[in-house]
């Protein structure tokens, strides 16, 4: 049964489903009448305990679809939000997540934002979703204005002593993914 959060609130995966490996991280939106839909992009940044990415590799979005162990891969790029369900996703699987990395932040930036921002944006989410039988583990929907933000970290698979959970963020950045990965210590050239 899905876990409806709120932000900061967190539920356990693999403690209560001890052979669960492999997640579908769906992501979603909506435009309001009137506004042009826009290209928004999912990323994932597999961090390390001290809150840093260790290398550009470890962002996966549609430059880079894959991280080196193959742990996260991206799942394609909807350029207009179109259509009902997810709009872009993520595969995790759990089990092939490095030892070092202790979270992955699941991210969604506006693509060539200059006059756009998530104010813009209707009935935000982020789903998760094991991929076995299909259940859907947990589900965190924005409820704020994130006007003027470019850049949103929806939530985080993270480790907790030995299991995998999943923790609701919310929280916005201004200036985009470029932002977002200095925040996690990459220099963008």
């Known amino acids: 049964m899905s876990a409806s959060l709120a932000p900061g609130a967190n539920v356990s995966l693999t403690a209560d489903r001890?052979?669960?490996s492999l997640v579908r991280v769906g992501l979603g939106w909506n435009f309001p009448a009137g506004t042009a839909p826009f290209d928004l992009d999912a990323s994932a940044l597999l961090v390390q305990a001290n809150g840093k990415l260790q290398r550009e590799e470890d962002l996966v979005f549609y430059n880079n679809p894959s991280d080196p162990a193959l742990s996260v891969r991206y799942g394609g790029d909807n350029q207009d939000g179109a259509g009902d369900g997810d709009d872009e996703r993520l595969t995790v699987r759990?089990?092939?997540v490095p030892a070092e990395i202790a979270k992955?932040?699941?991210?969604?930036?506006i693509h060539?934002?200059?006059d756009?921002?998530?104010g813009l944006v209707d009935g935000a989410y982020i789903r998760l979703q094991n991929l076995e039988d299909g259940e859907e583990l947990a589900?965190?929907?924005l409820q704020r204005d994130f006007t003027q933000v470019t850049a949103m970290l929806f939530g985080e698979l993270y480790r907790h002593n030995g299991?995998?959970?999943?923790?609701?963020?919310?929280?916005?950045?201004?200036g985009g993914l470029e932002a977002v990965?200095?925040?996690?210590?990459?220099?963008?050239s």
């Open 104 to 109: 992955v932040v699941i991210c969604v930036t």
């Open 18 to 20: 001890p052979g669960l």
């Open 139 to 141: 589900r965190f929907e």
């Open 181 to 188: 990965v200095t925040n996690f210590g990459i220099q963008v």
């Open 112 to 114: 060539d934002a200059e």
């Open 163 to 174: 299991a995998w959970k999943f923790r609701a963020l919310g929280m916005g950045f201004k």
């Open 116 to 118: 756009k921002h998530f």
């Open 94 to 96: 759990l089990d092939r």
